[in-house]
């Protein structure tokens, strides 16, 4: 049985793209679901001059998709929406919008509870947590919580000052630092594989395990997003964030319990020994890559909003090692990229060969033993698979792979929460466990800013790789050097 929540949210951004085609149809399933019942409100802002109906009118359209029957049940929904036009830098703004808060908490009974989320472009995020305090806005009755989206600054210094900006007015534990791949089912799986299954945990180290190979591989080029992501580029936009919150959960030690509090120190003390590379370590185990031109799509440089000489990294791989007992020696592979063969997100765990393959002889050389590897399916089929070796039927004395599997099936799968349905739940519940903590935000910038310093400055002669591939030729090669290659390979 659902637990009703209570609250006032306020959306800063409300007429974005981010709220309209993830927010308010998070919020509507967790209403279908009975996670929201009667007592909350949802208040929107933006400079925009919109009364409540036309806000609300943009509510209903964002929920369209959903089925005939559960239309009142939808217009229900909608009713709990109020706006309010407001410039998140005037100070002046912010006394109307707490008076329609503290009038919505009574109408609703909601007993002070207020969630404020930041979806807006970043440089906002401190202005609004400062004035929000000095306005009067953080009350003592209920709770209060900061949910913020990504990027959370663009390097260490940048970020470090945000954080000090928002610390001044929340405590860490009021603060929910978005990043999305933490609510995807599969990578919160990671806990229950690792942990609930001694066979799993007993063999997750340095002795068993060869590599770890992480993909998030994307079909799409920049799209309409080139006036942030050519700001950005891929480092920042994916492995500073996500990938660097996989590597964790992948590397972390088992937490003491189950907590936010357990999880997060354990994350933190894998990212602290992750090693940081000097520039010339950083320029041997990382290589970036940009678009070229495909049969249909431009280059791109060519893309509409990209300067014609930009030398934002549309691809990276690279090498990750960590410096602590459990993973001395082995190599954590990422890698991520736009305009590539497919859209999948998977992990590869491989595993070292039997010491001795005993059926060395006689077997043919293809048959040899192969490293046993255990495949996370994130996306978009979930499921694991691991590969191992057993006798070929028949006369003879032969090996081959065969895969050990489980997939989700296709009705349950449809069932998943999206990541932002889990996440604004685990908000309203108080529960920070797959939010990115500061200390964990700070490391992962540590680790990468030495890496976009160096980019910074050397010239990357693009564009090299061709759309449709899985990257430049240089990512092939940084397994290579190691007598490895990418478990996933395009079959040509
Ligand atoms: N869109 C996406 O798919 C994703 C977005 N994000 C993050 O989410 C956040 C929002 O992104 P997105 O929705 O795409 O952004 P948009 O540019 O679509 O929306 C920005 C919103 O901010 C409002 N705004 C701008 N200036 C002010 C101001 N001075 N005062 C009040 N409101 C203002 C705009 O309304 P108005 O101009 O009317 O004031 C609009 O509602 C960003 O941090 C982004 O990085 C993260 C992942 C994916
Ligand atoms: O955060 C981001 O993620 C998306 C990819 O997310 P996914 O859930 O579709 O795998 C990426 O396209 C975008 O550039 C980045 O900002």
């Not at 401190?126 to 009350?139: C, D, V």
């Given at each position: 049985m659902a637990k009703e929540n209570t609250a006032v949210f306020t959306f800063f951004g409300a007429s974005g793209d981010l709220a309209k085609r993830k927010l308010y149809p998070s919020l509507f399933k967790l209403y279908q679901k009975g996670y929201l019942k009667d007592r909350f409100a949802i208040i929107g802002t933006s400079r925009a001059e919109w009364t409540d109906e036309q806000f609300e009118q943009i509510v209903a359209e964002s929920i369209s998709g959903i089925k005939e029957e559960a239309k009142d049940q939808a217009s229900e929904f909608v009713s709990h929406f109020y706006y309010i036009a407001h410039d998140?830098?005037?100070?002046a703004h912010y006394a109307a919008l707490d008076e329609l808060i503290t009038k919505l908490d009574e109408q609703y009974n909601v007993g002070g509870n207020r969630l404020f989320y930041l979806s807006m472009a970043p440089n906002f995020f401190g202005q609004i947590a400062l004035n929000l305090k000095s306005e009067g806005l953080i009350t003592e009755e209920g709770y209060n919580r900061l949910v913020i989206e990504k990027p959370f600054g663009r390097d260490y210094k940048s970020a470090k000052q945000l954080n000090e900006e928002l610390t001044s007015t929340f405590e860490e534990d009021q603060i929910y630092r978005i990043d999305h791949y933490l609510g995807k089912e599969m990578i919160q799986n990671i806990e229950a594989l690792r942990f609930?299954?001694?066979?799993?945990?007993?063999?997750?180290?340095?002795?068993?395990?060869?590599?770890?190979?992480?993909?998030?591989?994307?079909?799409?080029?920049?799209?309409?997003r080139a006036s942030y992501y050519d700001t950005s580029g891929a480092l920042r936009d994916m492995v500073q964030n996500h990938i660097l919150q996989i590597v964790s959960q992948l590397a972390m030690e088992q937490p003491v319990a189950f907590t936010d509090a357990d999880v997060r120190v354990e994350k933190v003390k894998a990212l602290r020994s992750l090693r940081v590379y000097t520039p010339s370590e950083a320029a041997g185990n990382f290589v970036r890559g940009q678009y070229d031109a495909g049969d249909t799509g431009n280059q791109y440089r060519e893309e509409s909003g990209v300067p014609a000489d930009s030398n934002t990294e549309t691809f990276v791989a690279g090498k990750l090692l960590f410096d602590n007992y459990r993973w001395s020696g082995v190599p954590f592979y990422i890698?991520?990229?736009?305009?590539?063969?497919?859209?999948?997100?998977?992990?590869?765990v491989v595993f070292?060969?039997?010491?001795?393959?005993?059926?060395?002889?006689?077997?043919?050389?293809?048959a040899a033993l192969q490293a046993n590897v255990l495949t996370i399916y994130v996306e978009p089929k979930s499921g694991f698979a691991l590969k191992v070796n057993a006798k070929s039927t028949g006369q003879g004395f032969e090996t081959e792979p065969v895969n050990l599997d489980f997939f989700q099936d296709a009705d349950k799968e449809k069932e998943v929460p999206e990541p932002y349905e889990r996440l604004l739940h685990d908000a309203l519940e108080g529960n920070?466990?797959?939010?990115?903590?500061?200390?964990?935000?700070?490391?992962?910038?540590?680790?990468?800013?030495?890496?976009?310093?160096?980019w910074d400055i050397e010239d990357p002669n693009f564009p090299n790789y061709l759309p449709g591939s899985m990257g430049p030729v240089a990512s092939d090669e940084l397994l290579q050097r190691d007598h490895w290659a990418w478990v996933y390979k395009l079959n040509k």
């Amino acid at each position: 049985m659902a637990k009703e929540n209570t609250a006032v949210f306020t959306f800063f951004g409300a007429s974005g793209d981010l709220a309209k085609r993830k927010l308010y149809p998070s919020l509507f399933k967790l209403y279908q679901k009975g996670y929201l019942k009667d007592r909350f409100a949802i208040i929107g802002t933006s400079r925009a001059e919109w009364t409540d109906e036309q806000f609300e009118q943009i509510v209903a359209e964002s929920i369209s998709g959903i089925k005939e029957e559960a239309k009142d049940q939808a217009s229900e929904f909608v009713s709990h929406f109020y706006y309010i036009a407001h410039d998140v830098t005037d100070k002046a703004h912010y006394a109307a919008l707490d008076e329609l808060i503290t009038k919505l908490d009574e109408q609703y009974n909601v007993g002070g509870n207020r969630l404020f989320y930041l979806s807006m472009a970043p440089n906002f995020f401190g202005q609004i947590a400062l004035n929000l305090k000095s306005e009067g806005l953080i009350t003592e009755e209920g709770y209060n919580r900061l949910v913020i989206e990504k990027p959370f600054g663009r390097d260490y210094k940048s970020a470090k000052q945000l954080n000090e900006e928002l610390t001044s007015t929340f405590e860490e534990d009021q603060i929910y630092r978005i990043d999305h791949y933490l609510g995807k089912e599969m990578i919160q799986n990671i806990e229950a594989l690792r942990f609930g299954n001694t066979i799993i945990e007993s063999m997750w180290n340095n002795r068993y395990i060869d590599n770890v190979q992480i993909t998030l591989s994307e079909k799409l080029g920049v799209e309409d997003r080139a006036s942030y992501y050519d700001t950005s580029g891929a480092l920042r936009d994916m492995v500073q964030n996500h990938i660097l919150q996989i590597v964790s959960q992948l590397a972390m030690e088992q937490p003491v319990a189950f907590t936010d509090a357990d999880v997060r120190v354990e994350k933190v003390k894998a990212l602290r020994s992750l090693r940081v590379y000097t520039p010339s370590e950083a320029a041997g185990n990382f290589v970036r890559g940009q678009y070229d031109a495909g049969d249909t799509g431009n280059q791109y440089r060519e893309e509409s909003g990209v300067p014609a000489d930009s030398n934002t990294e549309t691809f990276v791989a690279g090498k990750l090692l960590f410096d602590n007992y459990r993973w001395s020696g082995v190599p954590f592979y990422i890698r991520t990229g736009k305009k590539l063969a497919d859209k999948f997100t998977r992990i590869d765990v491989v595993f070292k060969k039997p010491l001795i393959d005993i059926f060395a002889f006689p077997q043919k050389s293809d048959a040899a033993l192969q490293a046993n590897v255990l495949t996370i399916y994130v996306e978009p089929k979930s499921g694991f698979a691991l590969k191992v070796n057993a006798k070929s039927t028949g006369q003879g004395f032969e090996t081959e792979p065969v895969n050990l599997d489980f997939f989700q099936d296709a009705d349950k799968e449809k069932e998943v929460p999206e990541p932002y349905e889990r996440l604004l739940h685990d908000a309203l519940e108080g529960n920070s466990t797959n939010f990115a903590s500061w200390s964990e935000v700070a490391y992962a910038w540590k680790f990468v800013d030495v890496i976009r310093k160096l980019w910074d400055i050397e010239d990357p002669n693009f564009p090299n790789y061709l759309p449709g591939s899985m990257g430049p030729v240089a990512s092939d090669e940084l397994l290579q050097r190691d007598h490895w290659a990418w478990v996933y390979k395009l079959n040509k």
